[in-house]
Structures are given as structure tokens and as C-alpha cells.
T-cell receptor, first 110, second 116 residues
Framework: GESVGLHLPTLSVQEGDNSIINCAYSNSASDYFIWYKQESGKGPQFIIDIRSNMDKRQGQRVTVLLNKTVKHLSLQIAATQPGDSAVYFCAEAGTYKYIFGTGTRLKVLA | KAGVTQTPRYLIKTRGQQVTLSCSPISGHRSVSWYQQTPGQGLQFLFEYFSETQRNKGNFPGRFSGRQFSNSRSEMNVSTLELGDSALYLC???????????????FGPGTRLTVL
């Protein structure tokens, strides 16, 4: 399938540090991307989005960077907090659907 | 605005049974998508509906079906349940979806289906 998650990569960061979560997307023609956060037992929650005519977009403590040349997205979380612990997914717009990355588990260490 | 709601939140069925899950999108949203989430396969797209029409379907057997009503509410049905159907089923809504979608998709809390 388009989203295969046999093994979920994990990123462990110290509380207060910055986190960078990366995602590679598949279609160079994709022009809309979303980052989601999913906490245990809950549905994915929208964090931030970006369109292909932008390289960078900032939200509250989060920044998304888009590199269309290498089909790469990253999510930067500033001053990571315990409440940021979750699985993070990137999604790219496909044909009447979104295609999700495998996800990255973020663990915040006290 | 109320978010996407899904009912029931938890469901336990036995093999061979069938199940119907329900989703109410955010008010004003006309596109509804369904996803299956399992630890081994991640988020897998099932189907997308807009104005009661299925516009796209994922790679799932015919046992998985869905529909959308005129008020944009959607249901999905799984017949002849198998153990491997145990998963979190997520519904998401957006304003129009589109080809490709360019509006934000919001998820519900999911229905946790366990097949025994």
C-alpha cells in the first residue's frame, strides 16, 4: 500500500530542545501537504499545512519546510514539551485522497 | 464548530459477522474519507465520498463498502469480518476534497474494531 508502517521510526529529544521530523513524499506534482499529530487512542490532529508555492510556513512553535527539489518535508517543533509526545504523520494530496507517510514517534525525555 | 464525530467508538465482533460504522463530518464539509489504521500497515485509504458519490477507492476487498447521504453523513460497512479487519477506522472530512485536494482534512476520533 501507499502507507507502509512495519517499523515506526522513533525520535527521542530532551524537553526544551528543538525537534525535527522528516518526511519524504512520492509525487513531485503534489501541491498541498499537511502534518498531523496522533496521540495514543485518538484520531490524527491537524498541526500545520503548506502549499507547493511556499518553502516555509510557521505556526505556533512549529515550522514546516518544503524542499520540492528532493521531495522532502520537515516539521520543526521548538522547545519540545512532554505534551508533544505523539506520532507525527505527513500527508500529501493525491487523487481525491491524501497519502500518508509511515509516521515518526516523538518521545520527549524529561 | 463541532468536529468530526464517529460512532460507535468501540466495537467487538466475531468472525463472519458484519459491521456498520458511522461518521458525521464537520458542518458544511461535503467530502468524507475513510481510513484503516493498523500497527503493521499504518494509515490506509479506504474510500472518499463527495455529494453521495464515491470518487476514489483504495485497495481493499469488496467486503468493504461505504455510502454517503444527502446530509454528507457517511457509513462504512464491512461484511464477513476477518481477524485481520481488527483496526482503528478513521473518518476524515474536508470542505470539497478535490482533485487533488487542496483543503484541510480533519479527522474524527475513530472507531476501534476488534474481531474475535
Amino acid at each position: 500500500g501507499e502507507s507502509v508502517g512495519l517499523h515506526l521510526p522513533t525520535l527521542s529529544v530532551q524537553e526544551g530542545d528543538n525537534s525535527i521530523i522528516n518526511c519524504a513524499y512520492s509525487n513531485s506534482a503534489s501541491d498541498y501537504f499537511i502534518w498531523y499529530k496522533q496521540e495514543s487512542g485518538k484520531g490524527p490532529q491537524f498541526i500545520i499545512d503548506i502549499r507547493s508555492n511556499m518553502d516555509k510556513r510557521q505556526g505556533q512553535r512549529v515550522t514546516v519546510l518544503l524542499n520540492k527539489t528532493v521531495k522532502h518535508l520537515s516539521l520543526q517543533i521548538a522547545a519540545t514539551q512532554p505534551g508533544d509526545s505523539a506520532v507525527y504523520f505527513c500527508a500529501e494530496a493525491g487523487t481525491y485522497k491524501y497519502i500518508f507517510g509511515t509516521g515518526t514517534r516523538l518521545k520527549v525525555l524529561a | 464548530k463541532a468536529g468530526v464525530t464517529q460512532t460507535p467508538r468501540y466495537l467487538i465482533k466475531t468472525r463472519g459477522q458484519q459491521v456498520t460504522l458511522s461518521c458525521s463530518p464537520i458542518s458544511g464539509h461535503r467530502s468524507v474519507s475513510w481510513y484503516q489504521q493498523t500497527p503493521g500497515q499504518g494509515l490506509q485509504f479506504l474510500f472518499e465520498y463527495f455529494s453521495e458519490t464515491q470518487r476514489n477507492k483504495g485497495n481493499f476487498p469488496g467486503r468493504f463498502s461505504g455510502r454517503q447521504f444527502s446530509n454528507s453523513r457517511s457509513e462504512m460497512n464491512v461484511s464477513t469480518l476477518e481477524l485481520g479487519d481488527s483496526a482503528l477506522y478513521l473518518c476524515a472530512s474536508s470542505s470539497t476534497g478535490g482533485h487533488p485536494p487542496t483543503d484541510t482534512q480533519y479527522f474524527g476520533p475513530g472507531t476501534r474494531l476488534t474481531v474475535l
